[in-house]
């Protein structure tokens, strides 16, 4: 077990599961390089930068920026919820965090967010607001949340045969939801991922983006704990994962408040994930 998931004991815990895995789950997460053929075109109108394409049309996969040219940070936030928790967010329970987004503006910090197609279906109104801020960039995050992989973290499982369609889904309820141009970019539900789930998805021409921080929000209640992970990780071209849902991450708004001021004294510039690909060997 690393150190990122010693601290919080919760990673066992299964819908908001991504912060609490490894960055490259399958052992198989490094990004093509150049020479690769090139993926299909992507999803979106402004063609930002993408990994070239892994051997046999494998989803290329992203996990950290160069570490040599300068200390920029990316900070991705995961919308996440399921295609089963409509009843839930009926109730009451809030998925989404107004209050973070607020201090990622006030806080003038560029950020990523992979969002779900229920997120959106749930809050188009923050979703549009999301992709209409040149201050950040929305991505995909799968429509349901439901794994592409077998044994990832107890959630259920998307089958080889529904995985594109489940993300093309997913980019569908997006733009229904007014994000204009989300970006060619999936994080996938979990971070698990297979050589069949690569495959899969191949022929969209996406990026799989993983990180090499994991913030430890998930489920956390202690803000200082995972304030003292994410400050202990950091690296130049860093990628930390991070959520935007109130129940299930309900001190990410604080750490955030507390990271981005000592990661700026430590001479770090906040990027979004599309600038530290456009950095890395490979990209098109």
Not at 33 to 59: D, I, K, Y
Not at 256 to 271: H, K, N, T
Request: glycine share 10%; proline share 7%; with cysteine.
């Amino acid at each position: 077990m690393t150190h990122a998931c010693r601290i919080t004991a919760v990673c066992a815990m299964g819908a908001v599961l991504a912060a609490c895995g490894s960055a490259g789950t399958s052992g198989t997460a490094h990004p093509a390089r150049s020479g690769a053929a090139a993926p299909a075109a992507s999803p979106s109108a402004s063609r930002p930068p993408v990994l070239a394409q892994g051997p046999g049309g494998l989803t290329p996969v992203f996990e950290h920026g160069p570490r040599t040219l300068g200390k920029t940070v990316a900070l991705t936030f995961d919308a996440d919820m399921t295609a089963d928790e409509g009843d839930r967010a009926a109730s009451g329970e809030h998925f989404d965090n107004p209050a973070l987004i607020d201090a990622l503006r006030t806080l003038k910090v560029p950020a990523t967010v992979f969002m779900t197609g229920r997120w959106a279906e749930q809050y188009p109104a923050q979703a549009r607001s999301l992709g209409a801020d040149k201050q950040f960039e929305v991505a995909n995050h799968s429509f349901s949340h439901y794994s592409f992989t077998p044994d990832c973290y107890g959630l259920p499982t998307v089958d080889a045969d529904h995985m594109k369609s489940d993300v093309e889904r997913a980019y569908t309820a997006l733009r229904k939801a007014g994000v204009a141009h989300p970006m060619p970019y999936f994080r996938f539900p979990g971070g698990c991922y297979d050589d069949r789930s690569r495959k899969a998805l191949g022929a969209l021409g996406v990026t799989a983006v993983q990180w090499d921080v994991v913030s430890g929000d998930a489920f956390a209640t202690d803000a200082d704990a995972v304030t003292r992970q994410v400050l202990d990780g950091v690296k130049p071209g860093s990628v930390v994962i991070m959520h935007c849902t109130r129940s299930a991450a309900p001190t990410t708004e604080r750490v955030v408040r507390a990271i981005v001021p000592e990661l700026r004294r430590q001479g770090y510039r906040f990027v979004k994930v599309s600038e530290l690909i456009g950095e890395t060997a490979g990209h098109r």
